[in-house]
């Protein structure tokens, strides 16, 4: 599932990286259901850190405007406070679930 994360991170933010620079954290499970049980989606999604030896110039991005607004740097601690905290600038997200599996393994490190 590699080469499709990586296509979609050319697609939407114009990147172009190795590999080697994707590590594989995790995989879950997302489970939808809608439409008054009509329709039912299971996926399996894989969640992986990306690592580069300096940081990418936020003028190297090539935003596909259609899928990403804008492209900023922040830490991870503060990326779980926004969204701890709801703030309506980000898409919001379960805290309770990938998100905290996410944040935990990112703390050890």
Known sequence: ??????????????????????????????ECVINDGKFINNEFKDVYLVTTLAPIPLEAFTLQESEVSAVKYISWKE????????????VPYDMNGEYAQLFKILSKR
Not at 79 to 90: F, G, H, N, R, V
Request: aromatic content about 16%; overall charge negative; charged content about 30%.
């Open 1 to 30: 599932m590699l080469f499709v994360f990586r296509r979609e991170l050319h697609e939407e933010l114009g990147l172009l990286l190795p590999k080697d620079a994707f590590e594989l954290l995790f995989v879950f499970l997302q």
């Open 79 to 90: 990326y779980e406070q926004i969204l701890a905290t709801e703030d309506s600038e980000y």
